[in-house]
């Protein structure tokens, strides 16, 4: 079994400004001796907001590579880069009827100096070529963790964490022109890294947006909550078998929800709810497996303050041959390895049931060498696109560059 053919290094398409460590230490293992995680660093800052007199500019970051070309998101009106503005942590929604039409959400900082974040946004109309940054959600509010996300129609809809460790919710109906914030500050319930997905079936749950997080830092109790109207009001929250979190939600083309999940380690779930899409019950957890994702989630060394990445999980809506497969894909340490992570995938056909072994999609397999954060899609035609970080070593990670995959 072999899922990707041609791997090519390229900077991703929506690239804004990021201020990025310059050294962290390393610390090395023996080989096969499990890393734990570090605690994960609460989501607060230390100063006030940052005024930034934007006066200086400089040209925006257009970067070509083979067939590719990125176009950075962060720009003034005039469409030229900032200076000494910075962001992080984006996440990209696309319109599904109109794919010219993209927003992105990321971590605004006004200046790199400070460690005050506010939810930054920006919108294309001519699929990515040209950007507006209109500003942030809410000024001067702390915002952090974006996820944003497009239901079947194209209404856009953005996540994000408070300082509380509650979230909320904003829609947009214009591409990401302007958004509406569906219920107060904090009213989503939620916790630190915080994920959502929306149910774009035609089944009972359509619409539905169902969100799951981390206890390391929540709002109030469980892991798990459910809207039932489209993320205007939010039930109240679940616990999840194993306490499963740093992963993601889905749902197949049968309504079914999936959400993938890990508690340190090499612990790896795939959890369904076949109810959850009922609106008239409490969802409940009716099936979990247990996923080989041929290592351990880890965290420090080349990303010092967090996670080297997180368990994604998507489910094939194409209607095709590989209708409903679930594919989960995580940024691991193998054991035998005393530093360094691989990026692997496994494969589920059976609904879930089980899962095939993980294969290695990162073409260098060194211990030395950290292909982190991996992430992926599954196109509506079945394809299935990863990104990942390359870097040397945690000591020297000036050399980062995002490569990209995709299957045949």
């Known amino acids: 079994m072999k899922f990707f053919s041609l791997c090519i290094a390229t900077l991703l398409c929506g690239l804004i400004s990021t201020a990025l460590p310059a050294t962290a230490s390393e610390e090395t293992l023996p080989a096969g001796a499990w890393q734990p995680i570090p605690t994960e660093p609460l989501e607060k800052y230390d100063m006030p907001p940052a005024y930034i007199y934007r006066l200086e500019t400089s040209p925006r970051m257009v970067s070509s590579f083979g067939g590719f070309v990125s176009y950075q998101v962060n720009v003034d009106g005039n469409g030229t880069n900032i200076v000494g ?55 001067n509010v702390f915002r952090s963790d974006p996820v944003l996300y497009s239901n079947e129609t194209g209404t856009f809809s953005y996540l994000s964490l408070l300082q509380s460790f509650c979230d909320n919710i904003y829609r ?130 080349v990303n010092p303050a967090g996670l080297t990445g997180q368990q ?28 360094g992570t691989d990026v692997m995938i496994a494969r589920s056909t059976n609904g879930g049931a089980s899962f095939s072994a993980p294969v290695r999609i990162n073409d260098d397999a060194t211990t030395n060498k950290w292909h982190w954060f991996g992430t992926f899609s599954v196109a509506p035609n079945g394809r299935l696109d990863a990104v990942w970080y390359d870097t040397q070593s945690a000591a020297n990670n000036t050399d980062l560059q995002p490569f990209y995959c995709f299957s045949t």
């Open 85 to 139: 503005d910075a962001g992080n942590e984006p996440s990209i929604a696309v319109d599904p009827t109109n794919s010219s039409r993209m927003a992105i959400g990321w971590r605004q900082f006004n200046t790199v100096s400070s460690n005050f974040r506010q939810g930054g946004w920006g919108y294309t109309t001519d699929g990515g070529v040209h950007w507006t940054f209109p500003g942030v959600l809410e000024n």
């Open 312 to 339: 994604f999980l998507w489910v094939d809506r194409s209607g095709g041959p590989t209708n409903n497969n679930i594919y989960t894909l995580v940024s691991v340490q193998p054991p035998s390895y005393s530093n």
């Open 172 to 301: 947009s109906t214009n591409g990401g022109q302007s958004w509406t914030e569906l219920q107060g500050d904090g009213l989503a319930g939620g916790g630190d890294k915080e994920w959502f997905t929306i149910d774009r079936t035609n089944g009972t749950g359509h619409g539905f947006h169902y969100q799951a997080w981390s206890p390391a830092a929540a709002c109030s109790s469980g892991l798990f909550n459910r809207s039932t109207d489209g993320g205007a009001t939010w039930q109240s929250p679940l616990s999840l078998p194993n306490s499963a979190h740093w992963g993601t939600l889905d749902v197949a083309s049968n309504g079914n929800l999936f959400i993938g999940g890990n508690n340190g380690g090499s612990s790896f779930w795939c959890i369904r709810s076949s109810n959850a899409q009922n609106p008239n019950v409490t969802p409940t957890f009716d099936q979990v497996t247990t996923v080989n994702m041929g290592g351990a989630l880890v965290g420090g060394n």
